[in-house]
Every structure is written in structure tokens, then in C-alpha cells.
């Protein structure tokens, strides 16, 4: 088959062409059996692509690894048991002992975890954590150690920005590396890769897996890391996803880019009406023209995704919680980037540790909510929020 057909139909087709079945058979084993002493041993020479054992390679994420590398544009994919196994061997490629690291402030928790306390503590790795909103912020953190530049753009705490081809200047000037957590985007809406990021890392188990129902991570990049990190970071840390959760993966890949039309569709109608809302102070979502980084948002991404912040016209913490517990349709959990519609508030881990009036100073506030806009009728989920929202008093 020629093969330069659009994204869309790769996602369906690329990788399964000799198949008989319309969908291909799960190749659910650990091991691979070989005919004799000869064809085991040359199995050996290409451990990376010939399946031996199934936590170096399975024939079915191999097909799902082929179309996330076309998604995304990269030369090689690679699937994890998680994100934080993505993000983790990622990290472990890039440093050693004793290295410095910038990375921006408002990275997803456990990845800031990693890197401030395992990592320090098991090999000395520092961090100096930085706003990422202006590129000087990473030149004037640099170290003769620095090694690593760690990118969440946007992130999905605060959705700022990090100007992407401006860091990968530096980064390639000073022979550093860099990683973006490209998960609210996707690769679909933002290509890091074109940005000269050597690494991008996903939580697979947001939209590209897109049904909440399973646990995944992706690491992007070239040929060259991607078959480094293959025996040391995957195969010896072990993070190796199942065949089961590729297959699933492969049936959410053949609707990614219709869900994502309908995310990116809906969340713009939720954001534009919680704005003009008397009882919503302000909307965080890189999509609005209000956002501080609007610009910079239009010029490094083609499209925005169901995750945004806002807050609430109160600083009551009872009331935010009646407006929370007032939704329906948006169901109260972590996570995102599912079909269905959750909402979370920062209060709620936040007030387990501190007083409300304390919340300033880090940078949060009791009213605010976070939503992920899934694929229910967006008239649906504005009256489900406007309902919710009545039980504030202006
Ligand atoms: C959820 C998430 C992760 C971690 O992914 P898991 O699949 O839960 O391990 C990393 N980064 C971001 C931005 C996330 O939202």
C-alpha cells in the first residue's frame, strides 16, 4: 500500500496491513518461542523490534507504537505501564548523578516528586524550578551541571505557557536536553517535536486513551534515545505496558481525532459561558483571549483541549463545596481527558494540610474548580454548571 495517506486513516490502518481480521488478534503472551537454537539467537541481534519476551516487545504495541510515532511525527514511539513510568525513564535517560535540572514550577505533582525527592535523594539530582513564562527564566537557572530542561506546556495545573522553540534554542546552544509533557495538548494540537524537543512524554491514560479505562505512558522521540532507552530504562525498570491495554489503546486511537474535535468543540462553548457568568471571577483555559499568554498559545498550537480551571465568586469554602457537590453531570474525581465530564477542586487535597487562609500564599485559591469538558452535549454540561452556579450568592 503507498503510504501517504492522512493522519486519520493511518490511525485506522497503519501497522495492521497484513492482518486477516478487521481488528488484529491481541497478543496476549509473555514469551515467544523460536524454532530452533539459530533463529533465537538472531532474534537477539534486533532485540528492540523482535519480540523475545513480552516485556521488551509484543507485536500488538508494536502496531499501537507505529501509529502514536505517526501521530506525532516522531521517528520512534514508545509505550510505558503509565505515565509516571514514561516520565521517569525519560528523566533517567537524560541525567546522572549529580546533575542539575530546570524545570518548570507547575509540572504534574509526582513528576515534580520525582525529580525533588527520590531523585535527589537517590543520586543527588537538584532542581531549580522556574515560572517558564519568559525563556531568560531557564538561561539565568543554568548551571555548568544542567543537563535537562523539564517542559509542561501547558501545564495542567495553571495552563501557562513555556515559549517551546525558544527553550529548545537554548537547550541545543548548551547541549542540554529537553522534555515536554505534551498531555493536554496532544500531539494532535502541538508538535514539540518540530520545536527541537528531544523528549515528549504523555500520560497515555488522558486523551489518547480517551474512555477512562485505562493506564498508560508514551515516550516520543528520536530513533537513536528511543532505541537507547529500550534495554536500560524500559526493559530494567520494567514500566513495560501490557498487550492487554495496547489493544484497548488501539481501538481509541481509530476515534482520537473525532473525540478531540468534539473536546476542543465543546470546551470552547464551556469556557466562553463560565466567563461571561456573574458568578465566575475569572476562566484559566490558553484558548480564551483573556489568557495572559493568548499569543503565544495561537502561535505554538493549532487547537485547545477540555481542561480548564475557574474560579467560583466566593471565598467561602462551604459555598464552593455546595457548588461542587451541586453538579451532576460533571462527576467529582481526578483525572482527564475522558469521555466523561469531571470536576475537581485544589481545596479539596489542599484542605487536608491547611487552613483556607493559607491557600494564598501558594498560589491557590478555595474557589478554584477544575474541568475536564468531556463528550456530552455541550448545552448539557453549561446547564449542569449553571445550575450549580445559582447556588452562589452573587
Ligand atoms: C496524569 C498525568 C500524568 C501521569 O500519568 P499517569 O498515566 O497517571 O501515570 C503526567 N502528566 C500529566 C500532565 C498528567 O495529567
Not at 546552544?173 to 493536554?184: A, G, L, M, Q, V
Not at 484558548?287 to 466566593?314: C, I, K, N, W
Not at 478554584?368 to 449553571?386: P, Q, W
Request: glycine share 6%.
Amino acid at each position: 500500500m503507498p503510504r501517504d495517506f492522512h493522519l486519520e486513516t493511518d490511525l485506522m490502518h497503519l501497522g495492521e496491513e497484513d492482518c486477516g481480521p478487521a481488528v488484529p488478534p491481541m497478543h496476549l503472551t509473555s514469551t515467544f518461542t523460536f524454532d530452533g537454537w539459530d533463529d533465537i539467537d538472531a532474534a537477539f541481534e534486533d532485540r528492540i523490534d523482535i519480540p523475545i519476551y513480552s516485556r521488551q516487545s509484543n507485536p500488538t504495541t508494536a502496531i499501537v507504537e507505529q501509529k502514536l510515532a505517526r501521530l506525532a511525527g516522531a521517528e520512534r514511539a514508545t509505550l510505558y505501564a503509565s505515565g509516571m513510568g514514561a516520565i521517569a525513564a525519560a528523566i533517567l535517560h537524560c541525567v546522572n548523578e549529580g546533575d542539575h535540572v530546570v524545570a518548570v514550577k507547575n509540572i504534574y505533582g509526582p513528576a515534580s516528586n520525582l525529580l525533588t525527592g527520590f531523585l535527589h535523594q537517590k543520586m543527588g539530582l537538584e532542581t531549580t524550578f522556574v515560572s517558564g513564562e519568559d525563556p531568560a527564566e531557564f538561561e539565568d537557572a543554568t548551571r555548568d551541571t544542567t543537563r535537562l530542561y523539564y517542559l509542561e506546556s501547558p501545564s495542567s495545573a495553571v495552563f501557562s505557557l513555556q515559549d517551546i522553540p525558544a527553550v529548545t534554542t537554548l537547550a541545543r546552544s548548551r547541549d542540554i536536553r529537553t522534555i515536554i509533557d505534551n498531555t493536554w495538548a496532544t500531539p494532535l494540537y502541538q508538535r514539540p517535536l518540530e520545536m527541537g524537543v528531544d523528549l515528549e512524554v504523555h500520560s497515555v491514560s488522558k486523551y489518547l486513551a480517551g474512555h477512562s479505562d485505562l493506564i498508560a505512558g508514551l515516550v516520543l522521540g528520536s530513533d537513536a534515545d528511543l532505541r537507547a532507552m529500550s534495554p536500560v530504562e524500559k526493559e530494567l525498570l520494567g514500566a513495560t505496558v501490557s498487550p492487554l491495554t495496547s489493544w484497548l489503546l488501539m481501538r481509541s486511537l481509530r476515534t482520537f481525532t473525532l473525540r478531540m474535535q468534539r473536546h476542543v468543540e465543546s470546551a470552547m462553548i464551556v469556557a466562553q459561558y463560565l466567563e461571561k457568568h456573574p458568578n465566575v471571577r475569572r476562566v484559566r483555559y490558553p484558548g480564551l483571549e483573556s489568557h495572559p499568554q493568548y499569543d503565544l498559545a495561537r502561535r505554538q498550537m493549532s487547537g485547545f483541549t477540555g481542561l480548564m480551571s475557574f474560579e467560583v465568586g466566593t471565598d467561602s469554602l462551604d459555598e464552593v463545596k455546595a457548588f461542587v457537590d451541586a453538579l451532576e453531570l460533571f462527576k467529582l474525581g481526578v483525572s482527564w481527558g475522558g469521555h466523561e465530564s469531571l470536576v475537581y477542586a485544589p481545596a479539596i487535597s489542599y484542605a487536608r494540610e491547611l487552613p483556607p487562609e493559607r491557600f494564598g500564599e501558594l498560589g491557590i485559591s478555595v474557589a478554584d474548580i477544575r474541568i475536564s469538558v468531556g463528550l456530552e452535549h455541550a448545552e448539557d454540561l453549561t446547564n449542569d454548571l449553571d445550575r450549580a452556579l445559582r447556588q452562589l450568592t452573587p
